[in-house]
């Protein structure tokens, strides 16, 4: 395979928070605004799996949000997603997940592997002094774990002016504060099953958003910025054009792709996108990729579509489909929601239930234990699962992968097969490869 080097002097700084709900992707937003109030182009990224917050990013910038999660893709990939945000913007914005240190794979160890300054959000709407005993409780912890973590910089989130900013400021001494977040209405993004609403279905204000970036102070942040300690790394775009055509699912049932995914297969193969709530055709192609998203919420449209009998005669015809997640759900033979049974596709011996809370959450391992459209037998991949969904396989359905880490379908085994039609819980990154086999081997 042809290499090609990518320079990695795109400064960036992760935002991470001293846990979950503290305001991470306000605080993300307000500072890309900031730094684009200040004549920069800023591309946004987030540490780990998640859909929903890139949405938040890509809706308010207009540029992709890529995954930075080296459970997913490992070191090499890792750096490959950052160095290509530099097609984007100037400076890279970070959003952590969950706590700063918090899970194995951690904000702190996507920081360390980049070698990038972290600026630590703290909820501030209780406190002053205390906001930066916090911070600096939070830098010095980095000395007892296995990652060099640089805590630099503190943004003080749902924080009033006055009194109260200065409380906080003045007591900062090893930390550079770097702003505060107010307490604006317009700045909150409701919650739903799977996490915040997309980005596209509640955009935060951008008068709040404008108002809130007036409040950080643009000059520390970028002085804070530094490019990641790798000088180069091989391009994901090295790999051959495959001149292979993929027909993918892409409307509200069919969302989460990664833009790493969207990058990996527009630069190795022809990508038609179509939608199957809407009924439309699949386009000519020699595989079909269904991302996940939210099948649920268009079930009864799902299964009036004709586009689901279409993908029945594909697969018949051996037609290479890959469905994750979602995907998997509407290949199945029925969807359970709130409003009743649902027939899909027919194709794969599963019937899917949605549930209350969350049936699969976490890094997925799995190791092939047939060839499949993703990886030949007895290799394994990663990737992760997030559903509130539970899966009823037929006695007689033949799995695909069996779990090295994760629950999958049934605690032990994940992905089903039927004639060239695959279907997962688990959401792989096209750092694991999975996009490569596929159109290698379709």
Not at 218 to 230: G, H, K, N, S, V
Request: include cysteine; glycine fraction near 10%.
């Amino acid at each position: 395979m042809p290499t090609e080097s990518v320079p990695s002097d795109l400064p960036g700084v992760v935002v991470a928070g001293t846990s979950s709900g503290v305001g991470k992707t306000i605080a993300t937003l307000a500072v890309c605004r900031a730094l684009e109030r200040a004549g920069k182009t800023p591309v946004a990224a987030k540490a780990g799996p998640d859909f929903i917050d890139p949405s938040h990013h890509a809706a308010a910038l207009g540029r992709p949000s890529r995954t930075l999660d080296p459970w997913l893709s490992g070191d090499r990939g890792l750096r490959q997603a950052y160095a290509r945000g530099a097609d984007d913007g100037d400076v890279c914005v970070v959003e952590g997940m969950m706590g700063l240190y918090d899970g194995d794979v951690s904000t702190a160890a996507v920081a360390s592997a980049l070698d990038l300054p972290v600026i630590l959000v703290v909820d501030a709407s209780g406190g002053m002094e205390s906001v930066a005993a916090t911070g600096l409780g939070f830098q010095r912890y980095a000395a007892h774990v296995d990652h060099d973590v640089d805590v630099v910089g503190l943004l003080a989130s749902r924080a009033h002016s006055g009194r109260h900013e200065r409380g906080i400021r003045n007591a900062i001494a090893e930390l550079r504060y770097v702003g505060r977040i107010p307490p604006l209405d317009g700045l909150e993004i409701p919650d739903r099953h799977l996490g915040l609403h997309a980005g596209d279905e509640a955009p935060v204000s951008d008068d709040a958003l404008d108002a809130a970036a007036r409040q950080i102070e643009t000059e520390r942040l970028l002085d804070i910025a530094r490019p990641p300690a790798f000088d180069t790394t091989p391009s994901l775009r090295a790999a051959d054009e495959t001149g292979v055509r993929v027909a993918v699912a892409t409307d509200d049932a069919f969302r989460f792709m990664y833009p790493s995914t969207a990058d990996r297969l527009r630069d190795r193969a022809v990508v038609e996108q179509f939608s199957p709530v809407a009924g439309d055709p699949v386009p000519e192609c020699d595989a079909v990729y269904l991302p996940g998203g939210y099948p649920e919420r268009h079930a009864a449209a799902l299964a009036a579509s004709p586009t689901l009998d279409e993908l029945g005669d594909l697969a018949a015809r051996d037609v290479p489909i890959f469905g994750e997640c979602g995907g998997m759900m509407i290949l199945g033979e029925s969807l359970a929601t709130e409003e009743g049974d649902h027939e899909m596709a027919g194709i794969l011996p599963v019937q899917t239930r949605m549930t209350d809370a969350p049936a699969g959450l976490d890094h997925v391992g799995v190791r092939a234990t047939r060839d499949t459209l993703v990886a030949p037998v007895g290799e394994t991949r990663r990737g992760h699962e997030f559903h509130y969904s539970s899966a009823a396989p037929a006695s007689d359905a033949r799995y695909a992968f069996e779990m090295v880490r994760g629950a999958g379908i049934d605690g032990a085994n994940d992905g089903l097969v039927e004639y060239r039609t695959l279907g997962t819980y688990t959401h792989f990154h096209p750092g694991s490869g999975v996009f490569d086999y596929l159109l290698e081997t379709v």
